[in-house]
């Protein structure tokens, strides 16, 4: 769970300012101002994905197994997003032509803008329970994954990472640009709260509990507050906050869960569970020592390239480059 709440805080604003390109910047320059801003960063956040990835596959290989192969394809549609949007931030400035241009600033929109709702549907998916038999594999179809719940929490995600890139983007830029970008992140703050507000009262009415509430409370609680701030002009503040709202959001997912890590939409004695699911004993420790070890040295030196790259941006910078 910590490595997944690690990826969605920090991927989860740079998908919002992929997204962000086609929302907010007005011309080719601001567009770059955007892209300039998460540059640094962005690849240094997908470590998360490929720790939580490599750590559900080492402490809980059923569970890597079932989700895998039964989400296979919207798994491989995030996949094929990450690397064309990888390749679209290096080969954008390879060629000063239009359309050469264009093309690849559709393609980070777009690379963006899908993972940032995949994974709220897989996740809404995950929570509320798939056709899983008793021999611990997925038996239904991909139509079965695009349920209303899922939807909506897909619907959650897209908006949750665009207000947080938003947010990022009033953190990181100057003059214009942050001024609208602040304007955008009230209004999809707004949006992100009736749609969070929907989703997680249906998640804690459906699957909850006292634990899960608490959750619930301080994601909401945190999303108000980011909001508020924002409007005050207190970018960092908000950044904060609308990082807490993801943190805990993804806390109360996994606190409904539990016990369970994958739900049996068909019987609840063929659900996947941490016990039936995880590895051996000897495995989890070791895993657990190792996690210790390697997380807060990522932790550190992300931390160090995010201070050496703290500087605001704008669309003046740009045109000294040129």
Not at 52 to 80: D, H, K, N, Q, R
Request: hydrophobic share 50%; proline share 3%.
């Amino acid at each position: 769970m910590p490595a997944g709440a690690g990826y969605f805080f920090l991927e989860g604003f740079d998908f919002g300012v992929g997204v962000l390109t086609k929302l907010l910047a007005r011309d080719r320059i601001e567009r770059r101002v955007l892209i300039n801003a998460i540059g640094p960063v962005w690849d240094g956040n997908e470590v998360w994905l490929i720790s939580a990835g490599a750590a559900t596959f080492a402490a809980f290989p059923e569970w890597y197994a079932t989700l895998f192969s039964g989400f296979y394809l919207p798994l491989l549609l995030i996949l094929v997003c990450l690397i064309i949007r990888g390749v679209s931030f290096e080969f954008r400035a390879k060629r000063t032509g239009e359309r050469w241009q264009t093309n690849w600033e559709h393609a980070i929109f777009w690379s963006s803008l899908l993972p940032a709702f995949l994974w709220g549907v897989a996740f809404g998916n995950i929570v509320r329970g798939v056709k899983i038999d008793a021999n611990k594999e997925y038996v239904g179809n991909l139509l079965d994954l695009l349920n209303p719940y899922a939807i909506l929490g897909g619907l959650v995600t897209l908006t949750l990472f665009t207000f947080h890139g938003a947010v990022f983007t009033a953190l990181k830029t100057d003059g214009d640009i942050r001024h609208r970008a602040r304007t955008l992140a009230t209004v999809l703050g707004l949006v992100t709260a009736v749609l969070s507000l929907g989703f997680l009262t249906w998640t804690q009415i459906a699957r909850g509990d006292g634990s899960s509430l608490v959750a619930m409370v301080v994601a909401t609680a945190a999303l108000v507050g980011a909001i508020v701030l924002n409007t005050a002009g207190r970018e960092g503040w908000s950044f904060a906050l609308s990082g807490v709202t993801i943190v805990a959001a993804v806390g109360m997912l996994f606190l409904t869960l539990f016990p369970d890590v994958m739900p049996s939409s068909l019987d609840d004695r063929w659900s996947l569970t941490v016990d039936n699911a995880s590895s051996t004993p000897l495995t989890l420790t070791i895993m657990t020592w190792c996690a210790g070890i390697a997380l807060p040295l990522v932790v550190v030196y992300q931390s160090w390239t995010y201070w050496v790259f703290r500087k605001r941006i704008g669309t003046q910078h740009i045109a000294e480059a040129h």
